[in-house]
């Protein structure tokens, strides 16, 4: 059966998160159920106050054979990250 | 924050540093535990009808658990049992309280013998997995049962029973999700296939011969007025609800013709459906066989 019903991505957004994060996927026949199952299978602890579900198939993922021309080339230019700033301890969400 | 070790994190401090998962409350916390001023016997036997209701609905979909037709419905259904059995222990608790011969939730559910549930046969009899119905089945069930209950706990939460009340107030949320998930399930099954159409109207013929014990008053309701409700005043709400989903789901209202009574009884009065003492056996038996056990 579940090889007739579709596959979706599941996004969360925590109690204290800024943003929706990925948390698994799941089965569902449609969009409202894969919302409520999404609420069952993923948020039984507390976990969410927004649920984002996506199908899979929606998905376009770089390619594993790509790696190395998609993110080798940052891993040398340490000037594009900003580690030379002092941040103060109090500014949040950094 | 650092900890000596893994454990260590995980108690007794504050739970700021976790994303998910925190937050939870106690379910009656502050809630009022005075008894009202009504015969104790009569409150005694609405607390237990109400919570066996629960409790046997409960563990009538935790017969699911490993047979849903998918995995996520198998924790869905097992989340609605899981809800239900929360209402149960508070209910039973209070049954015991006001009782007053020091009996817990535990003895209650499972040192009490068949004459003694009071749950509606609604609740009881078998609609799935095993035979007596399928998926379908126990959504028409699921759906009967929590519009119902949606309608009694609505008027409830005005109960002068301050237990009974909060009960009500918490659980309504939960009965919400429960009529929706049956719903949207009897709408995708009886708008679905010609099989799925067929499946799903044969469920509701099962059921609905025990609709009209829902809505019928037993003596001990009549006689709590003001802390009971009266079942008759929502057949009109709950009528509503099932004509509407019916409606959207291409479905026929079964005819009201009611399940036969024993000498005019029912599960309020302790007479139960042959279904019944199994389903107590099940559920009874390792309480009665290891006394106390926990794990």
Known sequence: MSSSWPLWEVFVRGKRGLNHVHVG???????????RNARDVYTRRNEGVSIWVVPAAAITASSPDEKDPFFEPSGDKVYRHPTFYEIPEDVPHL | MSFDNAYESLIDHEDTHWAFGTGFSEALAGVDREVPDVDRADLTAYCLMLGDDALVLSHRLAEW??????????VALANIAL??????????????????????????????????????????????PFAGGDFATT????????????????????????????????????????RDHAAQWVVRLGD??????R??????????????????????????????????????????????VLSAAGLTRPVDVPAARVNGLAGRDGVHTEAMGYLLAEMQHLHRSLPGATW
């Open chain 1, 25 to 35: 996927s799941l089965h569902a026949p449609d969009a409202e159920m894969a919302l």
């Open chain 2, 65 to 74: 658990c490993s047979r849903a037709p998918e995995l996520e419905e198998d």
């Open chain 2, 83 to 128: 809800d239900l059995l929360g209402q149960a222990r508070l209910l039973l608790t209070r049954a015991g309280e006001v009782e007053g011969d020091g009996r817990d939730e535990d003895a209650l559910a499972y040192l009490r013998d068949e004459r003694d549930f009071r749950n509606v046969h609604l609740a009881e009899i078998e609609c799935g």
């Open chain 2, 139 to 178: 959504m028409a069930r699921l759906l009967v049962f929590s519009s119902w209950k949606i309608a009694q706990y609505s008027r409830l939460r005005a109960s002068a029973d301050p237990v009974l009340a909060a009960v009500a107030a918490k659980g309504l949320k939960e009965l919400a999700y429960h």
């Open chain 2, 192 to 197: 679905g296939t010609a099989e799925s159409h």
């Open chain 2, 199 to 244: 499946r799903m109207q044969a469920g509701l013929e099962r059921v609905w011969p025990f609709l009209d014990e829902l809505l019928t008053a037993h003596a001990v309701e009549r006689r709590l007025a003001g802390v009971a409700v009266d079942p008759g005043e929502l057949r009109s709400e709950v009528d509503g609800v099932l004509d509407a």
